[in-house]
């Protein structure tokens, strides 16, 4: 079962125009959600995050959205660059369970076009 | 300060071997964490490292095991491996337990591949 879902394989996107990538998720126990962005033969690295306390969390370029009703949240870049072409997965986990293991969704391949 | 390193970043297997694969946390964190990343599920959690205790487990079959050491260093082991092992693991080191997803950091992973 798939709690946390990312239901775009791929995306392209011209150069300078804004990157949207979505994930949805299904257990509603998870309470703090992250983003990773994730290149060829290295490992994920943190991107941004959000706490369901939150609706918006912007970091530069980077804005996350989340959506407690729809159990939705998704990741803006604006504007792209060339640079943000990568694998973005986005995470989810319970924080104060005291089981703070992440589950992560498949991932979506972003390109962008110069 | 030296990132998480895998070793070996590659490897190769028949169906019925065994491997061991080896991570090395950040210096002075004491958790570990392993993932397996395949294109159809994306990353899964398979266990957590803490202090030598595993502290947290995935839903994988007894075949995948794991240690910690002293020195926070950790291996995963998994036996009589099958085609579907095939997949590239992931681990993670974190200083405290059960560390919030930005206080992770990835090591660049081992690609195992089973023939």
């Known amino acids: 079962d798939q709690q946390v879902k990312q239901n775009s394989p791929s995306l392209s996107v011209q150069e300078g125009r804004i990157s949207i990538l979505n994930c949805d998720y299904t257990n509603s126990m998870f309470d703090y959600f992250l983003w990773y962005k994730k290149y060829p033969a290295e490992g994920p690295t943190f991107l941004i995050s959000?706490?369901?306390?939150?609706d918006k969390n912007e970091d530069g370029r980077f804005t996350v959205f989340l959506n407690k009703s729809a159990k939705h949240l998704s990741l803006h870049i604006v504007p792209s660059q060339p640079g943000d072409s990568a694998v973005y997965f986005c995470a989810a986990s319970r924080s104060n369970s005291g089981n703070e293991k992440l589950t992560f969704g498949t991932g979506t391949r972003l390109t962008i076009i110069p | 300060k030296a990132g998480v390193t895998q070793t070996p970043r590659y490897l190769i297997k028949t169906r019925g071997q065994q491997v061991t694969l080896s991570c090395s946390p950040i210096?002075?964190?004491?958790?570990v964490s392993w993932y397996q990343q395949t294109p159809g599920q994306g990353l899964q959690f398979l266990f957590e490292?803490?202090?030598?205790?595993?502290?947290n487990k995935g839903n994988f079959p007894g075949r995948f095991s794991g240690r910690q050491f002293s020195n926070s260093r950790s291996e995963m082991n998994v036996s009589t491996l099958e085609l579907g092992d095939s997949a590239l693991y992931l681990c993670a080191s974190s200083q405290t337990a059960g560390g919030r997803g930005d206080t992770q950091y990835f090591g660049p992973g081992t690609r195992l591949t089973v023939l």
């Open positions: 490292y803490f202090s030598e205790t595993q502290r």
């Open positions: 959000i706490s369901s306390i939150k």
């Open positions: 210096s002075g964190h004491r958790s």
